[in-house]
């Protein structure tokens, strides 16, 4: 029997290009009908390959999970950016490929995330949500989050509504 494991790493630059794919469909999946078209595909497009390469050379913290040979998840994070929320940590993005969804990866890359921050010396957690993207607001209440704050994005004139996650 092959047993193919997943791996939980730092970003490294011959990662860009798959972390622009990653962040392409992951984004296109989770947005697509609540960003307008016009402003989710220039955010889209603005990750291309040199930014992740950019992002990954100024040491960005950058995890990406690996299944099978391919990138299929990754998760930005450093400082929490929300004075005003008591947390010393933050996760700003954590996106995986629609098809690898569900399946335990998510959950492993935010423990990887959270265990990191606080060998970083920033214990508590914040992380921001769309509130239309159910899906990422359900994981987050499954892992245990308690919604803190709300904001608001705006996209070509529609206003969406985000919410603040926040861990002890």
């Known amino acids: ?63 990406v999970v690996d299944f099978g040979g391919e990138t299929v998840g990754y998760a930005t994070l450093g400082r929490n950016r929300t004075a005003a929320l008591q947390a010393g940590g933050e996760i700003y993005e954590l996106y995986l490929k629609p098809a690898f969804q569900g399946l335990g ?14 060998d970083r010396d920033m214990p508590g957690l914040v992380i921001w949500a769309l509130a239309e993207n159910r899906i990422a607001v359900e994981f987050y209440e499954r892992m245990g989050g308690s919604p803190m704050a709300e904001g608001r994005e705006c996209f070509e004139g529609k206003a969406l509504q985000k919410i603040a996650f926040v861990w002890p």
């Open 1 to 63: 029997m092959t047993t193919i494991a997943a791996e939980i790493r730092f970003a490294e630059q011959r990662d860009a290009t798959a972390l622009a794919a990653v962040h392409a469909a992951a984004w296109r999946g989770a947005y697509a009908g609540i960003i307008p078209h016009r402003s989710l595909s220039g955010m889209i497009s603005r990750r291309h390959a040199a930014w992740w390469m950019r992002a990954i050379r100024s040491g960005a913290g950058i995890l």
């Open 105 to 118: 990866f998510g959950r492993r890359l935010f423990d990887a995330a959270r265990r990191l921050l606080v």
